[in-house]
């Protein structure tokens, strides 16, 4: 599971989820002699079929926090903005921008003849209905932080929107890529009660179909999308919470697309029957995976203990014995090698007598020999969870589990299928501790995960982190647009967080994204492989299925 951050949401990771998403494109492998990159005629036609280990929660994007969920949306929905592949911000919904000269007023020239997937034309009202709904109190949204920022909304015509910040707010434009909804639709109703989060409307390049829960989400090709008509002309999410049964369906063919575990990256796909028919690829990932603690639970509340926990793991095996060194150490929230990254915070190489030290430390201690630390009575022991079908959290637990058994505490874990684990665990704060992933947005800003006003119910500081500092300078490095200044920001707030400990920060993935060769039109880029998506397309001689509408 990939957990959303913020600004250009619901493109990044579409981007990520969907089409195997952005990073440095060192080491990236085609394992096919098929051109993946063109050299025939494009033809419009056939269906991909990609799998998918968690089934989405709700499609109406503000409402969701899943990445699942904002893979499907994304290709329903556009932003006013958008990247592009070499990571600058072009224009989507909007045809351009002009801002004025204090970086406070942004008005937005909107494309014309954009329509809903009903027909309704799309104008500027949606715009701010979107931007009103989400500031809404009453919608249990994670994203309002970076629309409370806009102190005046306004139509200055049906094509034209403007939005006015009483600060500088350095990810004012990007945030403006968040999914515009269809007011027509949702006006002067609960949106939690919007038959949109299972039939979502919107004015992207696919049109939903079909939602059968736990087992496929169905979309169709927009034949009027305003980028011009996708050349798939379908796309299906098949639910399979098994990665070994997915990949017996990738082998079989019955799916085009998934994400690789390491093992099947680098021994199960080196076969003829691969090299035939498929592309793969490999990157360092923009994301992480962590452990996270429920700051609410008195045992991680000394951050001694959370730093005794980081010194007994050890993250080297993880990368080695699980990620078969197909990924690089975390320790922080930044990927390595990007400008708001601080390689010089304090590290936590594997110490068992390091940890013990900062337990005792702490208080605790074995006092009745049973192998098992205890303090005032209370045994050392709580509970990870993680998500079903995701094999290397599971085996990284299991990791976690036997290394924190050596310094005296019980671990036990617990794997819990996808939806209910969003929903009745993570966001209602029932857990001790978890193994998850964040996605890094491509603007450092970091508020929305980390500030103590983000801790709500369903809201993504869902570990319960306060800190005052961490807030002030969370709050100074989105309020200047000087890049020089936030980059000081951020290397405080990731020498803080590392001291902190509220996450053991583990590693950075690659990214083993594995696609069938007869997709063809996919371009490597700064940003990946999935930002020309629309472009893809299988020659009318290799084309497999038809879309029924």
């Keep these: 599971m990939k957990y959303a951050c913020r600004s250009l949401m619901l493109f990044f990771i579409v981007m990520m989820c969907l089409v195997a998403g952005c990073g440095d494109m060192h080491g990236t492998e085609a394992s096919t002699q098929k051109d993946a990159g063109g050299g025939t005629t494009p033809a419009y036609g056939d269906i991909i079929v990609e799998g998918s280990i968690g089934d989405a929660c709700n499609l109406i994007p503000i409402l969701s926090t899943d990445a699942t969920s904002h893979s499907i949306s994304g290709l329903i ?12 911000i072009v224009g989507d919904l909007a045809e351009s921008w002009d801002i004025s000269d204090d970086g ?33 109190p009453n919608t249990p949204t994670a994203y309002a932080g970076d629309f ?12 034209t929107f403007r939005a006015t910040y009483d600060e500088p707010f350095a990810p004012a434009l990007s945030s403006w890529g968040s999914a515009i909804l269809p007011k027509h639709l949702l006006e002067g109703a609960d949106i939690t009660e919007s038959p949109l989060s299972r039939h979502p409307v919107g ?10 829960t736990g087992q496929k989400i169905v979309l169709f090709s927009n034949p009027d999308y305003f980028e011009g008509k996708p050349y798939i002309d379908g796309y299906i999410m098949r639910i399979i919470p098994d990665m070994a049964t997915m990949f017996l369906e990738l082998r079989a063919q019955g799916i085009d697309r998934m994400n690789l575990t390491p093992l099947q990256y680098t021994r199960q796909t080196e076969t003829n029957l691969f090299r035939n028919n498929f592309n793969k690829y490999q990157y360092l990932s923009f994301g992480y995976t962590y452990l996270g603690y429920n700051l609410e639970n008195s045992l991680f509340r000394d951050r001694r203990v959370r730093q005794a926990l980081s010194y007994a793991i050890n993250k080297d095996e993880i990368i080695d014995g699980v990620l078969l060194g197909l990924g690089k150490i975390a320790t922080g929230p930044f990927k390595p090698g990007t400008w708001a990254y601080n390689p010089n915070v304090r590290q936590y190489p594997h110490s068992t007598a390091g940890a013990r030290e900062l337990l005792a430390e702490a208080g605790w201690n074995d006092t009745d020999g049973d192998g098992i630390l205890d303090k005032d009575g209370r ?3 709580f509970e990870i969870i993680t998500n079903q079908g995701n094999e290397v959290r599971a085996k990284c637990a299991e990791i976690i589990q036997r290394r924190l058994a050596d310094i005296g505490i019980q671990v036990k ?31 450092p800003d970091l508020y929305d995960v980390w500030h103590s006003s983000k801790t709500k119910p369903g809201e993504l500081n869902f570990i319960s982190y306060k800190n005052e500092d961490v807030d002030l300078l969370l709050e100074q490095g989105r309020s200047t647009f000087d890049t020089n200044e936030r980059k000081k920001c951020y290397d405080r707030i990731q020498e803080i967080l590392a001291e902190d400990q509220p996450y053991t920060f583990l590693y950075v993935p690659d990214a083993l994204p594995i696609i069938s060769a007869r997709f063809r039109g996919i371009e490597p880029a700064p940003l990946g492989i999935g930002y020309n998506f629309i472009k893809w397309y299988v020659p ?10």
């Design 104 to 136: 406070l007023v942004f008005t937005f020239h909107l494309r014309k003849g954009v329509r809903w997937h009903d027909g309704h034309p799309f104008t500027a009202d949606d715009v701010l209905y979107t931007y009103r709904v989400t500031v809404d």
């Design 540 to 549: 009318a001689a290799e084309q497999r299925y038809v879309m029924t509408r």
């Design 379 to 381: 045994p050392f022991s």
């Design 203 to 212: 004015t992207g390049p696919y049109i939903f179909k079909e939602w059968v």
């Design 148 to 159: 409370l920022k806009v102190t005046k909304a306004e139509v200055i015509d049906q094509h």
């Design 413 to 443: 874990i617990r794997v819990i299928e996808w939806a209910a684990f969003i929903n009745e665990f993570i966001n209602k704060k029932r857990f001790d501790a978890t193994i998850l992933g964040w996605t890094i947005t491509l603007d």
């Design 77 to 88: 929905f556009n932003g006013l903005v958008k990247y592009d592949k070499d990571l600058a």
